[in-house]
């Protein structure tokens, strides 16, 4: 099992930056891919960026494409979201999720954190 607890989130002000964290315990050694999504009000959960532990390899949504960046440490224990430029449309609740190897979908998921953008 793995358990992925998110922390970071909060109140800003448009065009200001945040960094999500998200710890994960448990068998990390059998994860393939991390990923960040989030959900806004009334909207389905959306892929936001998704991170390839072998190889780095990585890709976002075009809403967040050259202003948010996705990355792990710590053998995979610990993954970011560095979100710059922050719009309200961005405001929503931000998972963190894993893959295990063989899998075709996230089957790991974080309780959630909440990022609100509001003058």
């Known amino acids: 099992q793995l358990q992925l607890v998110e922390s970071g989130g909060g109140l800003v002000q448009p065009g200001d930056s945040l960094k999500i964290s998200c710890a994960a315990s448990?068998?990390?050694?059998?994860?393939?891919?991390m990923a960040w999504f989030r959900q806004a009000p009334g909207k389905e959960r959306e892929l936001v960026a998704a991170?390839?532990?072998?190889?780095?390899?990585?890709r976002y949504s075009d809403s967040v494409n050259g202003r948010f960046t996705i990355s792990t440490a710590n053998n995979k224990r610990s993954l970011y979201l560095k979100m710059n430029g922050l719009k309200p449309k961005d405001r929503a609740v931000y998972f963190c999720?894993?893959?295990?190897?063989?899998?075709?979908?996230?089957?790991?998921w974080g309780q959630g954190t909440q990022v609100t953008v509001s003058s």
């Open positions: 448990g068998r990390t050694a059998f994860i393939s891919a």
């Open positions: 999720a894993a893959r295990d190897r063989g899998k075709e979908g996230y089957n790991y």
């Open positions: 991170l390839l532990t072998h190889g780095g390899h990585s």
